[in-house]
Nanobody, 121 residues
């Protein structure tokens, strides 16, 4: 299985973007899918995760109320709706798949290639 992320781009502060991450094969119900991001010169950080079977979610405090993670089991796709974007949200956003209910990058063994989100002020 491979992950293909898309949907990044340039947006003004206050705007919205929707990221998509399509899996080339089936994602099993025991899986966890997540979005992480890496700003220039910084480590890759957790943004949001979703449990594939139940749809349970966890968000980083910095994005709560503005970002929404969701999944479409039939399409093997996970989404990240980002609203009220801020310049500090500028980063390369990566989708990932794992089997542990974890916000640590170490627990994810399959990664997409990343999509760049740039928020201008």
């Amino acid at each position: 299985v491979q992950l293909q992320a898309s949907g990044g781009g340039l947006v003004q502060a206050g705007g919205s973007l929707r990221l998509s991450c399509a899996a080339s094969g089936r994602i099993y119900s025991s899986s966890v899918a997540g979005w992480f991001r890496q700003a220039p010169g910084k480590e890759r950080d957790f943004v949001a995760i979703v449990r594939w079977s139940r749809g349970s979610t966890i968000y980083a405090d910095s994005v709560k109320g503005r970002f929404t993670i969701s999944r479409d089991s039939a399409e093997h796709t996970v989404y990240l709706q980002m609203n009220s974007l801020k310049p500090e949200n500028t980063a390369v956003y990566y989708c990932a798949k794992g089997v542990h209910w974890s916000t640590s990058t170490r627990d994810y063994n399959l990664w997409g290639q990343g999509t760049l989100v740039t928020v201008s002020s």
